[in-house]
């Protein structure tokens, strides 16, 4: 059975700072990981989708790398904004179709 | 940009009524899916449906939970009989899924919280 767990559960980090958000996942037979952004009572905002044949995507300040071998993921925030404050979701897709989400890393960004 | 959308953004019913929520995936999307979330918890799989049936369904989709997509545009998930521990938010999730379920981004919408009082 998947399980997906990020690390730091909280972050706090002054504006401008670069940060790494940790994804690790035990069954490295996936299809694809997502990152999800996640503002306190809403919906799911989908940042990056890597594909399992893929290292990494990048999107604007936004890079997710993916290592399958190791089971692990990482979204690199470069130069944070307070914008930036939520809660980021990782996402296994395996066998089934299904997303095991892992707990999620909620980050603050202070001025 | 196309979006994923569900009403009511916010349900409360006692226990014991039936609840519906309702969902409009993006329009060619092929695969669509209900997931929940309980306060302070992971977002949890519940049923995914395809070509008008149940692909995949978690332990948690039991005989009290139903889906259907009555038209060509809405996709409904039902409780037939509301517990307390049934309060959560519920997302619905599509994905256009051209080269099956795993290949592409899925997409949730804002959610739909179930209070059960």
């Known amino acids: 059975k998947q399980e997906v767990t990020q690390i730091p559960a909280a972050l706090s980090v002054p504006e401008g700072e670069n940060l790494v958000l940790n994804c690790s996942f035990t069954d490295s037979a996936i299809y694809n990981l997502q990152w999800f952004r996640q503002d306190p009572g809403k919906g799911l905002t989908s940042l990056l989708l890597?594909?399992?044949?893929?290292r990494e995507q990048t999107s604007g300040r936004l890079n997710a790398s993916l290592d399958k071998s190791s089971g692990r993921s990482t979204l690199y925030i470069a130069a944070s904004q307070p914008g930036d404050s939520a809660t980021y979701l990782c996402a296994a897709t395996g066998t089934a179709s299904k997303l095991t989400f892992g707990t999620g890393t909620r980050l603050q960004v202070t001025l | 940009e196309p979006e994923v959308t569900q009403t009511p953004s916010h349900q409360v019913t006692q226990m014991g009524q039936e609840v519906i929520l309702r969902c409009v995936p993006i329009s060619n999307h092929l695969y669509f899916y209900w997931y929940r979330q309980i306060l302070g918890q992971k977002v949890e799989f519940l049923v995914s449906f395809y070509n008008n049936e149940i692909s995949e369904k978690s332990e948690i989709f039991d005989d009290q939970f139903s889906v259907e997509r009555p038209d060509g545009s809405n996709f409904t998930l039902k409780i037939r009989s509301t517990k307390l521990e049934d309060s959560a938010m519920y997302f619905c999730?599509?994905?256009?899924?051209?080269?099956?379920?795993?290949?592409?981004?899925?997409?949730f919408g804002e959610g739909s919280r179930l209070t059960v009082l």
């Open positions: 999730a599509s994905i256009k899924g051209l080269a099956g379920p795993r290949g592409g981004e899925l997409f």
């Open positions: 890597i594909q399992s044949s893929q």
